[in-house]
């Protein structure tokens, strides 16, 4: 197989060239750090790293963010142990038993369980998108131009019906952000379009600049406005391993969510704070002894941190195939394929299966030198969490502003990542999530692009209607944006649902 054979030049690169090595562990180890940090988020963590690679080639910056993407997910699960206060969203339920166990002096077992299974659920997502994302592209080469549009759209809905909060302001932030995608040149026309006059308009709003800001500086400013304080850090962490006939029978749990959370990554949009919540209320539902969840037991960290990690790989095979990101990760991952001239989808496994083999070997090789850093690093780890919080936001906020400068050495795009701060910063105070303005200026060259070719070759709207695949895309979307609403029994549709989700309702 050309793809297999291209995985094993790549490895045969690392065994003569350390260079590649050095910087997935370089990335390993900052994406803990940043993952453990309560306040800096997994997608923050790449949005403001993500710069420092433009100077790199392809294989070096792929195993660097692809060790502080995998690295991230797990990092969270520290701060959640040991503090209380997961580090990101994808560890909000590890902290439910972790915590307690922690407190009953086992904060390095807790530990262990939660980066061995995310080792396990590592893996389980790697094999999906080894074995799933070439038939998928295989079957997306067959795509004409309704097909990429209606799938394009129902990206944007499932974004929509899986973000938290209200649909409606969910869906409102997608359009919003595909507003944002029409600013500059027309690619058909060569019509300026909503530059304002602006020269430095004219190329478009960059995906980088707005995820540093919307992304990272809002974060800064939320960290901030809640007042920066030391947290209450447990210290003590003595045995790491468990005995291991308190293991063996686990890995049932890991291998429940780790199937969970590959399959809850692979919808675009959903993201692992849904997939985490999911394994963990199966896992309870199907235990013996639901009581003791809560009370500090290893099912209930070993379900939802292999959910966790296995979400990484499932959320790559919607950014592989279909150029739709999975979450806001891999929104902020494809910006970066962006800069290093590849466009993400199922060209890919004809034209560059070079790339493709790339981001298979780093996803591995970062999932392998997580697990072994993150088991030597554990007392070396949890003191970063007592590191001061002035210094850390300070530095955050300086590689926003680098970053965003050096995507075109503009002043204008620190501009725009200001601006977007500010925007990222507001919109979850009335409610609506940042994720789906990245994802609509990502998506939106994508819908536009295939829409107008559409309506250009067919002349009628009635083409995407007429196509099985496009159909059942559309009709997917209106469901996952019509069945919330019917479930809260809002009778006015989009107005209804925005009004039940004002305060006071």
């Not at 997939?275 to 963990?280: E, F, H, I, L, M």
């Amino acid at each position: 197989m050309p793809l297999l054979q291209e995985v094993l030049r790549i490895f045969a690169r690392l065994l003569s060239d350390p260079w590649p090595l050095a910087f997935n562990a370089t990335g390993v180890v900052v994406g803990i750090i940043f993952g453990a940090l309560p306040g800096i988020s997994s997608t923050m963590s790449l949005a403001v790293l993500l710069p420092l690679t433009f100077a790199m080639d392809t294989l070096n910056a792929l195993m660097f963010l692809m060790g502080v993407f995998n690295a991230s997910v797990y990092g969270g699960s520290i701060a959640a142990i040991l503090i209380n206060i997961p580090g990101t969203p994808g560890s909000i339920v590890t902290q439910m038993d972790g915590h307690p166990m922690a407190k009953q002096g086992r904060a390095g077992e807790a530990i262990t369980y939660a980066i061995l299974a995310s080792a396990f659920g590592g893996i389980f997502g790697w094999i999906l998108l080894m074995f799933c994302a070439p038939l998928i592209a295989r079957v997306a080469l067959q795509f004409q131009s309704p097909e990429y549009a209606a799938v394009t759209f129902f990206g944007l809905s499932m974004l929509a019906y899986a973000s938290p909060g209200s649909t409606f302001k969910a869906f409102v932030g997608g359009i919003f952000g595909l507003l944002l995608a029409t600013v500059g040149l027309d690619a058909t026309t060569n019509v300026s379009r909503f530059d304002f006059g602006l020269p430095a308009m004219m190329g478009g709003i960059s995906i980088i600049p707005l995820a540093v800001g919307i992304f990272g500086l809002a974060e800064v400013l939320r960290n901030l406005e809640a007042g920066v304080r030391r947290f209450e850090v447990i210290k003590t962490i003595t045995r790491l391993f468990p005995p291991w006939r308190e293991m063996r029978p686990l890995w049932p749990a890991a291998v429940r969510g780790s199937f969970i959370g590959a399959l809850v990554g692979a919808i675009p949009a959903a993201g692992s704070a849904i997939g985490v919540v999911v394994a963990y209320a199966q896992e309870k539902r199907m235990s013996k002894h639901p009581e003791r969840f809560g009370t500090g037991i290893p099912e209930g960290i070993v379900s939802p941190e292999a959910s966790n990690n296995a979400c990484v790989g499932g959320a790559l095979i919607p950014m592989m195939t279909l150029g739709i990101p999975g979450d806001s990760m891999t929104a902020v991952l494809i910006g970066a394929l962006l800069i290093h001239g590849l466009r993400p989808g199922p060209a890919l496994f004809k034209d560059r299966l070079d790339f493709v083999a790339i981001v298979y070997v780093s996803l591995l090789v970062a999932i392998i030198l997580t697990t072994a850093i993150g088991l030597l690093g554990v007392r070396g780890f949890a003191k970063v969490l007592q590191a001061p919080r002035r210094m850390l936001l300070t530095g955050v906020a300086i590689l926003c502003v680098v970053g965003s400068y050096a995507v075109n050495n503009s002043t204008f795009d620190v501009l725009v990542m200001i601006v977007f701060g500010v925007v990222g910063y507001l919109m979850p105070k009335v409610g609506m999530p940042v994720a789906p303005v990245a994802f609509g200026l990502i998506l939106g060259p994508l819908l536009e692009e295939n829409m107008r070719r559409s309506l250009v070759v067919n002349g009628t709207w009635w083409v995407f209607l007429q196509r099985p695949v496009s159909l059942a895309m559309l009709l997917v979307s209106l469901a996952a944006l019509v069945y919330p609403m019917l479930r809260r029994g809002a009778p006015w549709g989009f107005l209804a649902a925005a009004k039940q989700d004002e305060p006071g309702t």
